[in-house]
């Protein structure tokens, strides 16, 4: 199936710093991508749908400020996290589809896993 | 989108088949239903969607009632790496536009005993 890969898988950082995390379509082009935070033993929350070439659009509550989301490309969107806090230490996953929703699936990342000191 | 209820925890034997229910009585007409798990610190997994119709494939069986309010999800022959959350979702499919995103609810943490 379809891949779509995160990276850093895990990543340090000192509050007050910036981070960015990647997320890439290997082998389709994804004309929407979306992010989702995930706090311990909880579930999946969505925080943003990002659309190439166009602004994403976010979940209520969620501060588009310091959630900075770019999709420039049909296999690239990143996401960075400014002036981190340690509240903002949690699972970043971002998922992927392609143009056409045939399929039904959508293709989901490995995640990455921030912890804010 | 509709929303789902499942039970918070099931265990299951290894080697046995896991039934995995899920409710869905606010279904419409277009919405499909999926089924994802999430092994711990990864992101979900794919495993099965349908509308009314019964369906399976190489990871599970989905078995939809006739009035699509509720469905199963069937692991045949569990085994260990099957222990993970997964999650029912219902939502609108088949559009080749518009952002169709998915709205995880709490899931079901299944866990296979040895």
């Known amino acids: 199936g379809a891949v779509v890969s995160q990276h850093p898988s895990r990543v340090i950082c000192k509050s007050g710093t910036s981070v960015k995390i990647e997320c890439r379509s290997l082998d389709f082009q994804a004309t929407t991508m979306f992010w989702y935070r995930q706090f311990p033993k909880q579930s999946l929350m969505l925080m943003a749908t990002s659309n190439e070439g166009s602004k994403a659009t976010y979940e209520q509550g969620v501060e588009k400020d310091k959630f900075l989301i770019n999709h420039a490309s049909l296999t690239l969107s990143t996401l960075t996290v400014t002036s981190a806090h340690p509240e903002d230490s949690s699972f970043y996953i971002c998922?992927?589809?392609?143009?056409?929703?045939?399929?039904?699936?959508?293709?989901f990342g490995e995640g990455s896993r921030l912890t804010v000191l | 989108d509709a929303k789902t209820t499942q039970p918070p925890s099931m265990d299951c034997a290894e080697g046995r088949a896991a039934n995995l229910p899920c409710n869905h009585s606010t279904i419409s007409g277009n919405e499909y239903v999926y089924w994802y798990r999430q092994i711990h610190s990864q992101g979900p997994q794919y495993i099965i969607h349908?509308?009314?119709n019964n369906e399976t494939n190489e990871m599970a069986s989905l078995i939809i009632t006739e009035d699509r309010k509720s469905s199963t999800l069937i692991l045949p022959h569990a085994t260990l790496r099957d222990t993970a959350v997964y999650y029912c979702?219902?939502?609108?499919?088949?559009?080749?536009?518009?952002?169709?995103?998915?709205?995880f609810g709490t899931g079901t943490r299944l866990t296979i005993i040895p």
């Open positions: 349908g509308l009314k």
């Open positions: 998922s992927a589809r392609s143009g056409l929703w045939n399929t039904g699936e959508l293709f």
């Open positions: 979702i219902v939502r609108v499919a088949g559009s080749n536009f518009g952002n169709e995103k998915l709205t």
